[in-house]
């Protein structure tokens, strides 16, 4: 079992600037892709970014140039700096680890983008 927590989730005003984290815990040498997805009111769940083990990342059209994706040196947290935030991004941000054969999502963190 892997166990996420996120954290970071704000009220910020448009153009401005947000860094969520995500710690992780439990088999944590099981991790294999780690990446954070939003789900805004009304909508589905969608994928932000993910890095793979090896560091290789992987960006969603809305939010490549403005959002970086990066793990920290345990790889047992993984981080998603955001800038030039808008009122689109407004949403409950997830965190995800993968591992061979489970996928494992942390409760969520809320991004709130004000005009």
């Keep these: 079992q892997v166990h996420l927590v996120e954290s970071g989730g704000d ?3 448009a153009g401005g600037s947000l860094r969520l984290s995500c710690a992780a815990s439990g088999i944590i040498f099981s991790i294999n892709d780690m990446g954070w ?11 932000v970014a993910t890095i793979t083990r090896s560091g290789n990342t992987n960006y969603a059209d809305s939010v490549k140039g403005r959002f970086t994706i990066a793990r920290g040196n345990a790889r047992t947290t993984v981080y998603l700096q955001m800038n030039s935030l808008k009122q689109e991004d407004t949403a409950v941000y997830y965190c995800n680890a993968r591992t061979i054969g489970s996928d494992y999502w942390g409760k969520g963190t809320l991004v709130t983008v004000s005009s």
């Design 37 to 47: 997805y939003r789900q805004a009111p009304g909508k589905q769940r969608e994928l």
């Design 11 to 13: 009220l910020v005003q």
